[in-house]
């Protein structure tokens, strides 16, 4: 096991128990030992089609102008084949290949070989070297903190570039837009099959490794639970945050000045989509330690569901207003920019401080105050592998004791804000308000049938004193 994982639970209680009850804990704490055939039809659905549906999306925009009915009815009409629709795809080219393989050389550099120096000057910024939470074999792993610095510095070479040097036209991300997703599957499904061939033979904590027997599911869902590289390169956390998501905001950079390249100006949506996104990537950013703690990090194993997800859906797919406002420049009028500001804003704020708020109560062990009062929560139990005993709390106080996720419900809000911002013409801005509610509703019922697991009689309690998932009296 590497140096930097230690036996050493965080501010939390624990004793040790019996053997027979470790084992108990290890068949319930994790993600599934065993493969259930809902969850592998879906994962076979996946592997097969979501390739397929990012290249629609992007070529719908590139061929059909955003349009995702037109390209079907081509094609049932017999007006156009699909060979008539791939001859006309761009294919992977050698200025492609280069520009993703600096990238990513660039990201790996500044994650490897750059400490993080924000948290320095920075007040109230927790970056650096930060601990994980306990995983379930018991070991709590370390991290360099160093996205914010990270981002930071990509941005500044950006902007220097675009005002300055001029060594490469800022649309370049949207010029080369899908011979990069070429090159952005190849690195996907590449770190996702190492990661998988890795886990059998020479994984970095095998204690943590989860197997199901089922090929397709351990593909997807990831065997191992932390995997590394030496002793800070973490897959998880870079792939998670880079390259992915400090090329968002880039992304929607290189989609602003396609705009002005080819209409002479901005629009408002579009500055309202950089706007309500860059906060969005900055959030994550500025809370990197804060991620540590939640379910990607804390639970998730790492398979072709985070690696190529990662690699290409984020990148695709989260950035398609900006896509579709570059094919379709919408000038919003006064109230209803305001209308989509305001919302997006509300919904960013609830994301953030009930967030914020379980951080806080987690962080002091609840010797803190939600809303000006000392917080209300349930005592709960659970076991890691090696039959230690830890005891947690779940908070009932402030957003927490609304809902059960409200920070989901804040996430949407802010989700529909983006798709807004397109106005009604096509549905393909869309895609990602309904991508966010199944996901985040999928995760909600994952999270708790996890949660009900660990905690076991503990949860039930929480879910009485709590009905609601994500809206109060709803649902
Ligand atoms: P949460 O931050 O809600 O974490 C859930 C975990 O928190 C539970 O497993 C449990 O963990 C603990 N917990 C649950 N209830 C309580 C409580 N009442 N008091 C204290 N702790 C509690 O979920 P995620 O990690 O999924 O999400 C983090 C954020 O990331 C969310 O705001 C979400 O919207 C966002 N997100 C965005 C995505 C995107 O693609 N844009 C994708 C996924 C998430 P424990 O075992 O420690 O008790």
Redesign the pocket.
């Known amino acids: 096991m590497a140096a930097h994982q230690e036996k050493k639970p965080p501010e939390e209680r624990k004793h040790r128990s019996t053997q027979n009850d470790a084992r108990t804990s290890q068949v319930q704490w994790g993600r599934a030992w065993e493969v259930d055939w809902f969850s592998l039809a879906s994962i076979l659905f996946l592997l097969m089609f979501a390739p397929f549906i990012v290249y629609y999306f992007i070529m719908s925009c590139d061929q059909y102008q955003c349009s995702l009915i037109d390209p079907l009815t081509d094609l049932f009409t017999g007006n156009r084949h699909l060979s008539d629709i791939w001859n006309k795809t761009p294919t992977l080219t050698y200025r492609a290949a280069g520009i993703y393989t600096l990238w990513v050389a660039f990201q790996v550099f500044l994650y490897v070989f750059i400490p993080d120096f924000c948290h320095k000057f920075l007040p109230g910024y927790v970056g650096g070297v930060q601990e994980g939470?306990v995983t379930p074999a018991g070991a709590v792993n370390k991290y360099e903190i160093n996205g914010l610095q990270a981002w930071i510095i990509t941005h500044v070479l950006w902007f220097a570039n675009a005002y300055y040097f001029h060594w490469f036209s800022p649309t370049i991300i949207f010029d080369n837009w899908i011979p990069l997703l070429w090159c952005a599957n190849v690195l996907g499904y590449a770190v996702s099959t190492f990661a998988m061939i890795k886990s059998y033979f020479f994984p970095t904590n095998a204690e943590d490794c989860k197997f199901t027997g089922n090929f397709f599911y351990d593909y997807m869902m990831g065997i191992e639970f932390n995997p590394r590289i030496g002793k800070w390169f973490d897959f998880k956390l870079f792939f998670n945050g880079r390259p992915g998501i400090v090329a968002w905001t880039l992304i929607n950079l290189s989609y602003a000045a396609k705009q002005q390249e080819l209409y002479g100006q901005v629009t408002n949506s579009m500055i309202l989509v950089n706007v309500l996104q860059g906060i969005?990537v900055l959030d994550f950013f500025w809370n990197e330690a804060w991620y540590l703690?939640?379910?990607?990090i804390?639970?998730d194993h790492f398979g072709w569901y985070l690696g190529w997800g990662d690699c290409v859906w984020?990148p695709y797919l989260?950035t398609l207003q900006g896509l579709y406002l570059v094919y379709h420049p919408v000038q919003l009028c006064t109230a209803n920019t305001i209308g989509v500001l305001v919302l997006g804003l509300i919904g960013y704020y609830i994301?953030r401080m009930?967030?914020h708020q379980?951080d806080l109560?987690?962080r002091t062990n609840g010797n803190c105050k939600i809303w000006g009062k000392k917080p209300e929560?349930i005592e709960c139990s659970?076991m890691s592998v090696d039959g230690t005993k830890y005891y947690?709390?779940?908070?009932?106080s402030g957003f927490?004791g609304w809902a059960?996720?409200f920070?989901?419900t804040?996430?949407l809000m802010g989700?529909l804000a983006y798709c807004l911002t397109c106005g009604f013409q096509h549905i393909l801005p869309y895609f990602y308000i309904v991508y966010?509610t199944i996901?985040?509703t999928h995760?909600c019922i994952r999270?708790e049938h996890?949660?009900f697991s660990?905690?076991g009689k503990d949860w039930k309690r929480?879910t009485a004193a709590?009905p609601y998932r994500l809206i109060p009296g709803i649902f």
């Open positions: 939470a969005y703690k939640t379910i990607d804390c639970h984020l989260y994301f009930t967030n379980k109560f987690r929560y659970y947690s709390k779940l908070m009932t927490w059960r996720h920070n989901y804040g996430d989700s966010m996901l985040l995760r999270d996890r949660c660990k905690y929480y709590v």
